[in-house]
């Protein structure tokens, strides 16, 4: 056969490969509902880009979160490690776990409930022991304590991670060390791959020191810049990964996602971000694996909004009514991805969504439960009822696969 002939069923067989893979791939996005889902299976990459199996492969795990707030009825426990402990499986497992927490920190005040909230040092220090420690610091609330609580929320980490050995120091972003910086960023050096994590904010409750966190407007020509920034630093850092933290400036408790801000996510997508992981509305939000003929190796992935990971929204539990909107407040997902890396390629191995859920008990104290078959069994009626039809709504909400 032909030097030719070589090249042709080659590429063919590429051709072949992709679009069976293309094909696998939509199927394990929308068919199949489960606590734990498997998004994304790449396990025949290796075959279909000849990376060699002599080579030195590493990979990573990330774990993403969605919103800690303080609200009482979480704030006002004794034990905060006990609001965890029912995902330290997972959290703690993996190699970085992310999560944004939409709460100023001073040690000098009380704990404070919305619309201000504020928290003392051993509420976040909790969700580090957990095994959170990539956090997001930008958002609607961050200037809730005016000045002095940004200083302090900054500082609170600061001042922890120079109290722990550099193999426990966590990783935060979104809040400037000196009024109009750049926007902030962190360079996370793990498993051999170099992260790239920056967080900003659409929103915010007061213009008040807005300078002192990273902020993005919405207008077209805010995005722009965003979009010039974001591929500056793309080629500056050349990061393995670059993820991109947005709280975003959309209504609270809707489900929908705008036409207008899938077009700018995707934008940034081809800026060179890699993960675009958004909060705020307080409810999960439909994602997408998005596929590239630039990286045809490498799965991008959107959380249009992950939800509350711990809140007390949904203090009260609507049994007449599960299917209000508030009741999504108490329900959201952790969205795992795997990376592995070799021979200086980087790509997507799986991504899982685990549904977990916020259960209040009757003495008023907020958990987050897995939220499977067991645990709705081992409720009592009427919850049993309540948590079997939150499941069904909560499966509902699925991803799909883009080609862009």
Known sequence: MSMYNDFYMTKINY????????????????????????????????????????????????????????????????????????????T?????????????????????NYPNFNVKDEYPKAAIKAGFDVFSLANNHTNDQGLEGIKSTR???????????????????????????DFTYQIIEKNGFKILFMALTEIYNSPSYRSWFDTQGTTIKNRQHLLEKITKF?????????ILSIHCSEPEYVRTVTNTRKKFYHELLEAGVDIVWANHPHVTQEWEVVKSDKTPYKTKFIMYSVGNTISGQRYRRNYVNPESSREYTGDSYLFQIKFVKTKNIVYSENINS??????????????????????IDSVKSPDKEYYQKRFELMNKIQGTTIWQ
């Open 354 to 375: 685990i549904l977990i859920t916020n259960h209040t008990d009757w003495n008023g104290n907020t958990y987050i439960k897995i939220f499977n078959q067991d645990f």
């Open 92 to 112: 703690q497992k993996d190699d970085l776990t992310f999560t944004n927490l939409e709460t100023p920190v001073m040690n000098n005040k009380d704990y404070e």
């Open 15 to 90: 051709l072949f490969c992709s679009f069976a893979f293309f094909i696998y791939i939509f199927f394990s996005i929308t068919t199949g509902c489960s606590t734990n889902k498997n998004l994304v299976q790449e396990q025949d990459y290796q075959d279909l880009f000849e990376i060699k199996t002599e080579s030195k492969t590493t990979s990573i795990s990330l774990t993403f979160a969605g919103d800690i707030m303080a609200h009482t009825n979480v704030t006002r426990m004794k034990d905060f490690s006990l609001i965890y402990e029912d995902i330290l499986d997972i």
């Open 155 to 181: 500082n609170f980490f600061e001042k922890y991670n120079s109290s722990v050995p550099e193999n426990e120091k966590v990783y935060f972003a979104g809040i400037k060390q000196n009024s109009g910086d």
């Open 234 to 242: 793309s080629k500056e850092f050349s990061p393995d990964i670059f």
